[in-house]
């Protein structure tokens, strides 16, 4: 069998790399902190939030916050600083890809906005997710972490602190009369999260992991009540059974998950009724007349890119779309650069030894970002770090011209 671009060398067939460090640092700073603030202190209902769950703050929280972000700066700089002769040479388009977080954080700053140890910790990752080797177990790292998150989190909702509720608690939950959000401050967050993990879980070694992973990961989407998450999930399943069945060259698959993603950004501007999608309609309205004079370089500090109420009590802080998202954070500069790493992203991961998996990753972010924000601007979104790190680690790796084709053994 030919030399994979996926396994290249002995030291990264260790079950502990740096990348599987960093997956498993990057999750215990995603969902740990919560995780513990939720058991040890419960979880209350902001209502003017529409029913986002928060934690209760609390010494042990904050304990969990700093010691899993210095986990995770230490997996970095491990990435970072590995000796030269264990890691690939670096692919210049993973540069480009970082440039995005890096012009992100910069407008942020010039206009008064982030945390600014938000903001660093973005940076740090983006750099580190270069250096990663793009190894077979790194995908098998991250197919577990969505695993486990899938569980924790229906652990905690059975136990009662992992549910939201609020404005529309009544058509909202689709299972058990509430809604799933696990260690996330939203139903719709963990779905989105679980959903574009899901093409991930299907390179895991073992069938009973697979099948099962599956089932928890679909038990626990449903019970996040996101309807888009649902739908991503699916569209990259169609995919990935598409991908294996049908021969589609890296340009085709890149093409089809581009025209998703550029049609996803149209729809805010088709002129939907207030009350279509869940009031998205209305905050689509709203957000395109308020980047009207922000086109540029985003919004300042203190604006708000979905001014006042959207219906039905309902206050929104995101404009509920990657593309008006990113124009709000960093004008329509950022939104393109948005653009340039989805597309690369997708052209390098289909042209590796899991041309599949690349599309059906590609696809389900494509159809998640019509009606969410998947990247994690403003930076406290934590959820949107996942598929930012994603696209860079997807954008890391070289073409492999001699394709093996795709397994799961």
């Known amino acids: 069998m030919a030399e994979s671009t996926l396994v290249q060398a002995q030291p990264t067939l260790a079950r502990w790399t740096p990348e599987t460090l960093l997956v498993a640092a990057f999750w215990l700073y995603l969902t740990l902190p919560s995780m513990v603030g939720c058991l040890a ?4 209902v902001d209502p003017s939030l529409s029913g986002s769950h928060l934690p209760v703050s609390g010494p042990l929280v904050a304990i969990f916050e ?10 970095c700089l491990l990435a970072i600083l590995r000796p030269a002769g264990t890691r690939q040479r670096v692919n210049p388009g993973a540069w480009v ?13 010039i206009q008064g906005r982030g945390a600014p140890l938000s903001q660093a910790v973005i940076l740090v990752l983006a750099v580190a997710c270069v250096f990663l080797n793009p190894t077979r177990q790194l995908l098998r790292a991250v197919g577990v972490s969505v695993v486990t998150t899938a569980a924790v989190s229906l652990l ?34 963990l779905g989105m999260a679980l959903a574009l993990g899901v093409p991930l879980v299907l390179v895991l070694r073992r069938r009973w992991l697979r099948w099962t992973g599956l089932a928890a990961v679909a038990l626990a989407i449903t019970w996040s009540a996101s309807r888009t998450a649902m739908i991503a ?25 581009g025209a998703v993603f550029a049609a996803a950004a149209t729809v805010p501007f088709l002129g939907w009724s207030p009350e279509t999608f869940s009031n998205r309609g209305s905050i689509w309205r709203r957000s395109v007349q308020a980047l009207q004079d922000f086109w540029f370089l985003g919004m300042p500090a203190g604006a708000s890119p979905v001014p006042g109420e959207v219906g039905h009590g309902q206050w929104s802080l995101v404009p509920h779309s990657t593309f008006l998202a990113a124009v709000a954070d960093g004008g329509i500069v950022q939104a393109l650069l948005v653009v340039v790493l989805f597309l690369c992203s997708v052209a390098a991961f289909t042209r590796t030894d899991y041309p599949a998996v690349g599309f059906a ?3 389900a972010m494509a159809v998640n970002s019509t009606t969410e924000n998947i990247l994690p601007f403003p930076p406290a979104m934590k959820t949107g770090t996942v598929v930012l790190l994603l696209l ?12 093996q084709p795709e397994d799961a053994t």
Do not use: D
């Open 97 to 109: 890809a970082v440039g995005t977080p890096v012009f992100a954080v910069v407008v942020a700053t």
């Open 66 to 75: 700093w010691l899993t972000l210095g986990l995770l700066l230490a997996a």
């Open 41 to 44: 202190y419960g979880s209350r």
């Open 361 to 363: 990753v590609g696809m």
């Open 392 to 403: 860079i680690m997807a954008a890391s790796w070289h073409p492999h011209p001699h394709r």
């Open 156 to 189: 905690m909702g059975f136990q009662g602190s992992g549910m939201v509720s609020g404005w529309n608690s009544e058509t909202k939950p689709i299972l058990f009369g509430n809604v799933l959000a696990g260690p996330f401050p939203f139903g719709n967050s």
């Open 233 to 257: 999930a699916a569209a990259g399943l169609l995919a990935y059974a598409l991908a294996r069945r049908v021969p589609m060259s890296w340009k085709t698959m890149t093409f089809w998950c």
